[in-house]
């Protein structure tokens, strides 16, 4: 009997992480196809992104009040030192990560984006290592070696260069590491009570709006208040779909942000990014299928060795999910109703008392 319940645990947590890694798979390959077309007509990537942060606060906020209201239960607000102490690196970070990524978008194709970003996984292994979130194994150290080194060979001379979007998109992937690194450390302080991926959205979209808005100022401000596509405008209905374009924008941002914030709080930093290796894999085969990119036999045997790393972490993963007695939380989180419930992680006599809400917060996601 307790052989065959760990084995459905194990199971249902199979199942649950594969449900949010396909989550966040569909909105990141959304986003990143909608921001490469839009940027081809809209040549302001840091006044889109400064839009997305907006429509992710809105909707974040709108979010917290409909929890708030359902449940009638006060949400998280943190002070004013904890807010700058302890919010502000990530946001920072984060900011610099997707503006840079996007701005990208002006020079390089798909393809050489996805490639350079791929690095993330190094530089997120070396942060997790500093900030002792992982462990130094030499099974971690072949899993990444082989996803990186297969996606790139995967990718060689496929793509067109582009020094400047190279610079753009592999100084976003170094910064992603920081970003991350330090989303894991602020989900896992308990007594923040950023738990739930809505709560921490809310209060880092105001610190990255204006943690990119230097940027901004001075590379398209100038520009910006005298294009005729937004500010000095003479056709109503082309701003109207600029702003409809950009706004659709935002509500993939804000899947892509809760998909993200909700994996890596369930995971960690590292296996959200491995796991998104076969995203970006995915997305290559999509963009040579879409753009026309050629694809030789070296990339395809890196493709192949890509997937041997990946099926090497799973098998990883699995060998010591089966090791445990059963379902553990990530370590530091605090019991957060909503994202327990969420998860579907909490124990059986949680769910009975926290039902209710966790009803409203899973039928926010659909």
Not at 159 to 176: D, H, R
Request: hydrophobic share 50%.
């Amino acid at each position: 009997m307790g052989r065959w319940a760990l084995d459905v645990a194990f199971v249902w947590r199979a199942v649950l992480t594969l449900g949010l890694v396909l989550l966040y798979y569909c909105f990141s390959i959304g986003i990143t196809f909608y921001n490469k077309w839009l940027t081809k007509s809209f040549h302001f990537p840091l006044f889109m992104t400064m839009l997305h942060l907006a429509v992710i606060f809105l909707f974040s906020a709108l979010s917290r009040a409909l929890v708030q209201c359902s449940s009638h239960r006060a949400r998280v607000v943190l002070s004013w030192t904890d807010y700058l102490r302890r919010v502000a690196p990530t946001a920072l970070a984060t900011a610099l990560d997707v503006g840079l990524s996007n701005w990208s978008f002006l020079y390089v194709t798909v393809s050489l984006y996805t490639m350079t970003k791929s690095s993330a996984v190094l530089f997120i292994l070396i942060f997790s290592l500093i900030f002792k979130l992982e462990e130094l194994r030499a099974a971690l150290v072949l899993v990444v070696l082989l996803i990186a080194g297969g996606l790139f060979m995967f990718t060689y001379k496929s793509t067109q260069f582009n020094a400047e979007g190279f610079a753009l998109v592999l100084g976003a992937s170094f910064i992603g590491g920081i970003r991350w690194t330090l989303t894991q450390m602020l989900l896992q302080k308990a007594e923040l009570g950023l738990q739930n991926p809505i709560d921490t959205m809310f209060h880092l979209q105001p610190l990255m709006f204006l943690g990119l808005f230097p940027l901004f100022a001075v590379f398209e401000g100038l520009h910006l208040s005298t294009s005729e596509k937004i500010f000095r405008f003479q056709d109503t209905g082309l701003l109207l779909r600029v702003l409809g374009s950009l706004f659709l924008g935002g509500i993939l941002a804000f899947g892509l942000g809760f998909s993200e914030f909700l994996l890596v709080s369930r995971t960690s930093s590292l296996t959200l990014s491995i796991a998104g290796i076969f995203k970006e894999v995915c997305t290559l085969l999509l963009a040579a299928h879409l753009l026309g990119d050629q694809i030789s036999l070296l990339n395809w045997l890196g493709f192949a060795l890509c997937l041997s790393g990946i099926s090497l972490h799973i098998a990883l993963k699995a060998l010591h999910s089966r090791g445990d007695s059963g379902p553990k939380p990530v370590k530091g989180l605090g019991s957060s109703p909503d994202l327990e419930l969420l998860l579907r992680t909490s124990q059986p006599e949680e769910e009975d008392n926290e039902e209710e809400e966790g009803r409203f917060v899973a039928q926010g996601q659909q």
